[in-house]
């Protein structure tokens, strides 16, 4: 690796050598602009010269003609006071003082003579209306008047509440016997609880995902009430789904079962499956 040294001069030495430099030319140097002064440095000798444009291999150098100011000194003792001045002239006069108190009223001077009777003046305002008499005594009945024209139907009141629940009704005859019904049906079943005044899809699945539920129904478990409707039922795949409306003031539990038939591809299965695919069980 390679390096050199430069050697620099010190600069309380180069402030000397100005300094020197300056005294020697009996401050002949001429200030610039700013109190700069600009010299041009001989590359022989090193001898001060100011010119215009320095030779060609000379240098041009500049310094201030004057240092940074010094901080500020230290504030002087406080001189002794001053003896008393003249007095001075009269000032102006101050402004008017406000008004004095309002003085005692003074006494009543006799009564002068009667004026003539001016002319009579134009009519003033209406008065305001004054309070309202007493009541009079109840007057006779007056005729009865025709019969007015007939009014206008007025709107539907609002629906009363809901009636309490009928006695039950006769047992009906019984029904026809079914067609026989297919061997391996099964039958799941589970519980749902509406809330008052919603309309809700209960959905019943088969207890094997490879079943098809062929029919199903809903029974309402809550005892004392039978103010809810079925709206729908169908099949879903291997759900069976019940769509029932809560019609009464509080929750409501039904149970929904679905009817389930296994997946085989006999055709016993696919009739049963034809026969009982929209069947609807309340």
């Not at 500049?62 to 006071?81: D, E, I, K, L, Y």
């Not at 009906?172 to 026989?180: A, C, H, I, M, R």
């Not at 061997?183 to 005044?197: K, Q």
Request: glycine share 20%; net charge neutral.
């Amino acid at each position: 690796m390679r390096g050199f040294l430069q050697r620099r001069s010190a600069p309380a030495t180069v402030l000397g050598v100005m300094a020197l430099v300056i005294a020697t030319a009996g401050g002949a140097f001429a200030f610039g602009s700013g109190g700069v002064i600009t010299v041009c440095v001989s590359h022989s000798g090193g001898a001060l010269y100011q010119a215009n444009k320095c030779h060609k291999m000379d240098k041009e150098l500049s310094w201030n003609a004057a240092g940074q100011r010094g901080p500020a000194g230290p504030q002087g003792a406080t001189g002794p006071q001053g003896a008393t001045g003249p007095q001075g002239a009269t000032g102006p006069q101050g402004a008017t003082g406000s008004a004095g108190p309002q003085g005692l009223q003074g006494l009543t001077g006799d009564t002068g003579a009667s004026g003539p009777i001016g002319p009579q003046g134009s009519k003033g305002d209406t008065g305001a209306t004054g309070p309202a008499g007493p009541q009079g005594p109840q007057g006779d009945t007056g005729a009865t008047g025709p019969t007015g024209p007939q009014g206008l139907k007025g709107d539907t009141g609002a629906q009363g509440s809901p009636g309490p629940q009928g006695p039950a009704g006769p047992q009906g005859s019984t029904g026809s016997q079914g067609p026989p019904g297919v061997v391996g049906l099964t039958m799941a079943a589970g519980n749902s609880t509406i809330e008052p005044g919603v309309v809700y899809t209960a959905l019943q699945a088969c207890s094997s995902t490879d079943d098809t539920a062929i029919s199903g129904g809903v029974l309402n478990q809550t005892s004392g009430t039978n103010n809810w409707s079925p709206l729908d039922s169908f099949p879903a795949g291997n759900e069976w789904a019940e769509q029932i409306a809560n019609l009464s003031g509080g929750a409501q539990t039904f149970t929904v079962y679905a009817i389930c038939l296994p997946e085989t591809d006999g055709d016993a299965t696919k009739a049963t499956r034809a026969r009982h695919g929209a069947a609807r069980i309340r």
